[in-house]
């Protein structure tokens, strides 16, 4: 069987909490008790109402067929003495024919009126009342009836004394059946008089009943539930309200949360660029010694050739095209001097942070010819294997560098007890899967395989003077820039760095950085 499920089932489903089932059910049960009454009622209509309902259209077309009775009596009274008075066979046929149809009609109808007929829709109507009159009746009827019959086969004239009779029967029987015929009548009225009132009073008694039902459905059922409704919302509301406001704390503390990790992201940053800034003037420390020479060759170049010239001026015949020469000698090595100069003061200078496609060919070039004074001094050999084409990135110039610069200043280092002759690096640059990768190989002693992961965490070094930073920045600018760096070595064999970083597509952004170089 399905079970019911009353409105008050679905209101606690999605409004009541459980502590109101109490009332749900309670409710449930007189909703569901009115909803029998109301079945009932509408049995109690098709039991009660319906049947008279029906009985009541009986009575029209009796009370009609009764009517018609009285009317029918005067016709055959007036065809009777037609009959009589005809002045000729022949009018006196056609009077006989009128009056055997209206003898029949007439017989019919008082029949039917007595036995019902439901071929003709006429019902037996009968009260004690109503019996009495038909019992009253009958006499006048039946002498009527036999005088009319007993006229319709007479062939006698007017004159005869038997037809003067029979009409005289008619006559006189007409005066008493008239009356008692209209007593019929009336009791038929009266009765369904009596039988509309009872259909009244019975429509009446449902009409309250249902009316009294629905005024108990409203203020045992509907009212209580549209109380309990109400404070339902009102909970609803009030809790929605509290989330609301919780929401809108947590959002708050969201939000300031945010702010301190913005500010936090942004006070690492600085602290991070502070110490690449401070990690590159170390590496320019290092390679001081050997800028230093460096820069002393243009100097030296320069303190000779203004020397010569000086020697020349003194001379009487003054050679002019030579002295030409020595003044364009002292112009380029003052040039050199100004590049080395500038190089480092690049390499130091505070990071500006901005992104620009760059040639990483360019950039290892000039990387490499930046340290080879260092290489120089420390008798190390660099070779490069670099793409045929350029190889762009969007990068941080400077960053990148440093990157750079800290491998190759870290395989000199490892270089460093390496036989002269031996001391070896490579930079290679590839491009693979739309990344530019560079590597740098120093045939070096290497390190156990097991701690090379370790090399690029902060503060691991080996050295006496080093800081074990370089690696450790070296990875947070190359993940910066969304690439990555690794290194493979092993004892004896040398180490392998390497960095990739995204290739840069020139339909995706279209402007190159042509400008600022170390060795510019
Ligand atoms: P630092 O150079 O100041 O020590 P780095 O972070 O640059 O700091 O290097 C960390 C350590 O990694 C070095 O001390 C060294 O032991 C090791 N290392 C780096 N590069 C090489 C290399 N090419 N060959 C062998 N060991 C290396």
């Known amino acids: 069987m399905v079970p019911v499920t009353t409105p008050f089932e679905l209101m606690s489903e999605s409004l009541l909490p459980h502590t109101a089932d109490r009332l749900v059910r309670r409710l449930s049960v007189r909703y569901l008790l009115v909803l029998v009454a109301v079945a009932a009622l509408v049995g109690l209509d098709q039991v009660v109402v319906q049947p008279l309902l029906q009985h009541l259209g009986e009575f029209a077309p009796v009370i009609n067929v009764a009517g018609r009775q009285r009317m029918l009596s005067q016709k055959l ?6 009959f009589q008075a005809a002045p000729t066979q022949a009018e006196r046929e056609l009077r006989r024919v009128e009056l055997r149809s209206t003898l029949d009609q007439w017989v019919a109808g008082h029949r039917a009126l007595l036995e019902g007929d439901a071929s003709i829709g006429i019902a037996r109507i009968h009260t004690p ?5 038909w019992h009253a009746l009958q006499p006048h009827w039946q002498a009527m009836h036999d005088a009319a019959h007993r006229l319709t086969g007479l062939s006698a004239t007017a004159a005869d004394p038997d037809v003067a009779h029979l009409v005289t029967i008619v006559l006189e029987h007409e005066r008493r059946y008239l009356p008692t015929m209209d007593g019929i009548v009336k009791l038929l009225e009266q009765a ?13 008694s449902i009409d309250s009943g249902v009316i009294l039902l629905l005024l108990g459905l409203g203020s045992f059922v509907v009212r209580p539930a549209t109380r309990a409704i109400a404070s339902q919302v009102e909970q609803l509301e009030a809790r929605v309200a509290l989330r609301t406001e919780e929401l809108d704390d947590a959002n708050m503390a969201l939000r300031r949360e945010i702010a301190e990790r913005e500010r936090a992201e942004a006070s ?6 502070q110490l690449a800034h401070a990690s590159r003037i170390t590496t320019m420390g290092h390679l001081t010694a050997g800028l230093a020479h460096e820069l002393n060759q243009p100097l030296a170049a320069i303190a000779n050739f203004a020397e010569a010239s000086d020697v020349l001026l003194d001379q009487t015949d003054v050679d002019e095209t030579q002295l030409r020469d020595h003044a364009r000698q002292i112009q380029q090595a003052a040039l050199r001097a100004g590049q080395i100069v500038r190089g480092m003061r690049n390499f130091v200078q505070p990071q500006r942070g901005s992104r620009n496609p760059l040639d990483l060919n360019a950039l290892v070039r000039e990387v490499i010819e930046f340290c080879r004074p260092e290489m120089s001094r420390r008798q190390v050999e660099c070779e490069s294997t670099l793409t045929s084409g350029p190889l762009v990135v969007a990068a941080d110039r400077i960053q990148v560098q440093q990157v750079l610069v800290n491998l190759l200043q870290n395989a000199m280092d490892a270089l460093e007890a390496s036989p002269v002759h031996e001391r070896r690096i490579e930079v290679r640059t590839t491009e693979a899967d739309g990344f ?11 390190v156990a395989a097991e701690l090379v992961d370790a090399m690029f965490q902060p503060f691991h070094t080996t050295k006496a003077n080093g800081l074990g930073i370089g690696l450790s920045i070296s990875r947070s600018i190359v993940e910066q820039h969304l690439g990555r760096i690794w290194a493979t070595s ?10 990739s ?12 950085e042509t400008a600022d170089s170390l060795c510019r």
Do not use: M, W
């Open 77 to 82: 009274t007036k065809a009777s003495l037609a």
């Open 129 to 133: 009342e109503i019996d009495e009159q």
């Open 192 to 204: 369904a008089a009596g039988e509309v009132t009872r259909l009244r009073l019975c429509a009446l």
């Open 268 to 273: 690492q940053q600085h602290l991070a660029a």
């Open 436 to 446: 530019a990768q560079v590597d740098v190989v120093d045939n070096g002693p290497g």
């Open 490 to 499: 092993s004892v004896g064999a040398g180490a392998k760095f390497c960095f």
């Open 501 to 512: 970083l995204p290739c840069f597509h020139e339909y995706e952004h279209p402007r190159t």
